[in-house]
């Protein structure tokens, strides 16, 4: 019943290899380039690529951007445990020091790091310690590598760290992760309701999304006023309201724990 | 940190950690020619369907891991690392392995050393017109391979190394000096180039102070189309390619041969 891959879906494949992610639109662009047929969707088109990819524990999964709300395809290892694509790539303490980063992030309520609080760590680690200069190196490598995102150096996960480690990072904090309440993902970045016996998180782009056109926006669990800017929704991000939140079901999806590839 | 430790050792199991055991090559690559056919028919009948497949697809992943580095692959370490006690049927496996890379991801395995078994994986894709361009992340090196892989096919397939220095030098990539993209060049050219099989870099015998000499490494004559890489040259002097008539056979015949494989 899977229908074998034509050079079009190869073609998508190799670019999404070599780039290890892209954005919905790119997506979009790159099928309409390398299809053969017309009229097919590029849902359906990704769909016989994932079937032909399952064997090898590799998967393409689409995410949201904590950041700009857009949507992006990125291609991940499914497995149950650890960081193993990224163990290829890096050292055991660089993988200690990201850990440690995952962690401050995760902990923090602005699902941020900041580089000083990072150095901290990185005197501090069990494997093999790294001193400043070779600390500010492994973080560019991550940076470029596309796992985090800096900016006036504080450090964040980027998308594609979270589409590929959400199963990870929810088995590994469990109820220490923050959630949207919006769109069940894992929400780093987020506003929180202020009312204590409340606390619920959502997104920047889900607030956006939820509260759009609202002149009076209330918290869509206890009620009481939502206390926070809300920001404005981006154009793009509208458009793909109907297909959000397909990573969160397959965060229920445990295949068998072995390890794959590639970028 | 050996990352070329990580490549292999992270393509098993999470929960096996492999050791980098030096090994003696030729005693773990003679196992493959001992197999009687018999030995192949039983261990058919011993193995599963399904596990049969799972074999195939742990290869398939050492592979893309091991490539992602531009490491050629060695049969051995194949047999070692991944498929172990199936070697009788790892004539079947690998079969079914060229066929996964082919149907799956367009890819070709292809030995470039028959004799010590080794592979590397090549794209079967042509690239196709009007391709958005930010889609291939470009690579420096790759243009700095370029230049290089130019120059000593025009120059007849071997270059003293002091052309290709000097040939840098005119385009401000200075090997004795720290380059802001490429680091260490020297180190670049004679090393990395080198251990990825774009290039070889061999001592010229009898010559004091030692002098060496380059060619094309054994992945650039599977990769790198010859007349491609005429035409860009030939762009670049705003020349006919066909105008180097001895390049241009040399070009012409290894298409003709890398079609024929």
């Known amino acids: 019943m899977s229908r074998t891959m034509g050079d079009s879906h190869k073609r998508f494949l190799q670019t999404i290899m070599s780039n290890g992610i892209i954005g919905a639109s790119q997506a979009v662009a790159l099928h309409k380039h390398c299809c053969e047929t017309h009229g097919e969707r590029l849902d359906d088109f990704i769909n016989v690529i994932n079937t032909q990819l399952q064997p090898f524990f590799m998967h393409i999964r689409k995410g949201m951007s904590e950041e700009d709300g857009l949507e992006y395809y990125a291609l991940v290892n499914v497995t149950e445990t650890d960081i193993t694509r990224m163990a290829s790539d890096y050292a055991d303490n660089e993988l200690e020091l990201f850990r440690k980063t995952m962690d401050l992030i995760v902990d923090s309520e602005s699902g941020t790091a900041s580089s000083t609080d990072i150095l901290n760590c990185a005197d501090s680690l069990r494997t093999k310690k790294l001193k400043k200069k070779e600390t500010e190196l492994v973080l560019n490598k991550f940076v470029q590598d596309k796992w985090l995102k800096e900016k006036d150096g504080e450090y964040t996960l980027s998308v594609r760290c979270i589409v590929e480690m959400e199963p990870y990072m929810r088995t590994i904090y469990q109820d220490l992760i923050k959630v949207c309440h919006v769109c069940h993902n894992i929400a780093l970045q987020c506003q929180m309701c202020e009312t204590p016996a409340c606390g619920i998180k959502m997104h920047l782009p889900c607030v956006a999304r939820y509260f759009r056109a609202r002149s009076d926006p209330r918290c869509p669990a206890c009620n009481d006023f939502w206390p926070h800017e809300i920001p404005e929704m981006r154009h793009s991000q509208s458009q793909s309201s109907q297909n959000l939140p397909s990573s969160s079901k397959e965060n229920t999806a445990p295949t068998p724990s072995r390890r794959s590839r590639r970028t | ?261």
């Not at chain 2, 018999?38 to 893309?64: C, G, H, W």
């Open chain 2, 1 to 261: 940190m050996s990352q070329r430790k990580k490549a292999v050792s992270a393509s098993q199991n999470k929960t096996q950690r492999r050791s980098q055991v030096s090994l003696d090559e030729d005693d773990e690559d003679a196992h493959f020619s001992q197999i009687t056919s018999s030995q192949v028919q039983r261990a058919r009948e011993n193995y599963t369907s399904d596990q049969i497949d799972r074999k195939v697809a742990e290869v398939v992943q050492f592979i893309l891991i091991k490539d992602q580095k531009k490491i050629p692959i060695r049969r051995a370490d194949i047999g070692k690392h991944v498929i172990k006690e199936y070697k009788a049927i790892y004539t079947e496996i690998m079969n079914r392995v060229f066929r996964k890379f082919d149907q799956v991801f367009g890819l070709k395995l292809v030995e470039i050393d028959s004799k010590n078994h080794i592979y590397i994986l090549i794209n079967k894709l042509e690239p196709i017109h009007g391709e958005p361009v930010n889609m291939r992340p470009g690579n420096p090196k790759t243009g700095l391979l370029f230049v290089i892989l130019s120059v000593i096919f025009m120059k007849g397939g071997v270059v003293k190394e002091n052309t290709v220095w000097n040939t840098l030098k005119k385009l401000r990539v200075d090997p004795g000096e720290k380059h802001d993209e490429f680091g260490d060049v020297k180190k670049v050219v004679t090393d990395e180039f080198v251990r990825q099989k774009y290039l070889e870099y061999v001592k010229i015998p009898h010559t004091d102070p030692v002098e060496c000499e380059f060619r094309w490494g054994l992945r650039a004559e599977k990769e790198v189309s010859k007349l491609k890489l005429l035409d860009f040259v030939g762009e670049l002097f705003d020349q006919d390619p066909q105008s180097w008539t001895q390049q241009f056979r040399d070009a012409s015949a290894a298409e003709t041969s890398s079609q024929r494989s």
